[in-house]
């Protein structure tokens, strides 16, 4: 219970420290928000009373905790470019992005953890030594150009999807799901070449211990012997990794959704920045380090499970 509180209370401090320095940063970067809205029409009356009505006058520790207050209640405070609530603003464009991040860890762990497992069990055959050289090749293509590959095949030649043919999961959650089938494969496939890598050699590591030298020793099965402690202990830098792969994943998700034209964080979060919508920023880049925390809390909880010396 101690290690989890501890844990609990070292999230928190860190998500607070995150937020008054987004928010502090934005605070002193030059330029005024109202300038920006008003445009051409802009005199110095009319930033004055618009900066007035966003409160752009007021002292910044106060707009600081007037905005963690509402964090609080769900309330990011108000768009100045759309003129509405930045919770609502976003509530469709973050579970968007939250089903193409999902999409791509899915893909990730299913095709990197039979493909590692079988090049750790079957090292230097012919299948493995493919299965290397390719997985080199893959992970040297950044994931938006991956993107680029993938719907000029699967997208213009192949006619699986229809590019910028996007449909919200209001609207159809199935046919959501298959349009991001392709965006998160883009993400993933970078992902799932350092998976496979990082498995086959941990496990390789893994077999050459007294440990498992003495399990042979007592007559068990290669199979049990692999299964039951190999991989076992393999698997905990393996799950290291993949906690910062998924914060990895949700950046890249960011990009990758410019390629594909999904309507997600990321295409909102390149206006707010060139408009200056400073609210929008604050609570997306908030919003993304809570994820970064949170999945790096949950594999603190799963490298303990696997680890006893932790518990001990």
């Known amino acids: 219970m101690k290690y989890v509180l501890k844990k609990l209370l070292t999230t928190l401090i860190t998500l607070t420290a995150v937020s008054a320095l987004v928010f502090f940063s934005f605070s002193v970067i030059p330029g005024n928000p109202a300038i920006s809205r008003l445009g051409t029409e802009a005199t ?18 106060e707009r600081y905790g007037e905005w963690v207050a509402g964090i609080f209640h769900g309330d990011f405070g108000r768009s100045y470019s759309y003129n509405t609530d930045v919770s609502s603003l976003l509530s469709e464009k973050i579970v968007t992005t939250l089903i193409l991040s999902l999409l791509a860890i899915v893909l990730t762990v299913a095709v990197s953890f039979p493909v590692g497992i079988y090049c750790a069990r079957k090292s230097d055959s012919k299948l493995d030594v493919f299965l290397t050289s390719l997985n080199q090749l893959i992970m040297a293509v950044p994931s938006f150009f991956s993107g680029i590959l993938i719907t000029l095949l699967f997208g213009f030649a192949l006619r699986l999807f229809t590019p910028g043919g996007f449909v919200s999961y209001k609207v159809d959650l199935v046919r959501c799901v298959s349009y991001l089938f392709f965006p998160a494969l883009a993400i993933a496939l970078p992902k799932i070449s350092m998976v496979v890598k990082l498995l086959k050699d941990t496990a390789l590591k893994e077999a050459d211990k007294d440990y498992v030298v003495t399990a042979y020793s007592r007559g068990n099965a290669t199979k049990a012997v692999f299964y039951k402690h190999v991989l076992k202990n393999a698997m905990i830098p393996v799950i290291t990794f993949l906690g910062m792969t998924f914060a990895d994943i949700i950046a890249g998700s960011i990009i990758v959704e410019q390629v594909f034209s999904v309507p997600g964080l990321g295409r909102i979060l390149l206006t707010s920045i060139s408009g200056r919508d400073y609210p929008v920023v604050e609570a997306i880049i908030l919003l993304l380090a809570a994820a970064v925390v949170i999945s790096n809390l949950t594999v603190d909880f799963l490298y303990r499970a696997f680890d006893s010396r932790i518990r001990v």
């Open 44 to 61: 110095p009356e009319k930033i004055e009373k618009l900066t007035h009505e966003m409160g752009l006058d007021r002292p910044v520790f």
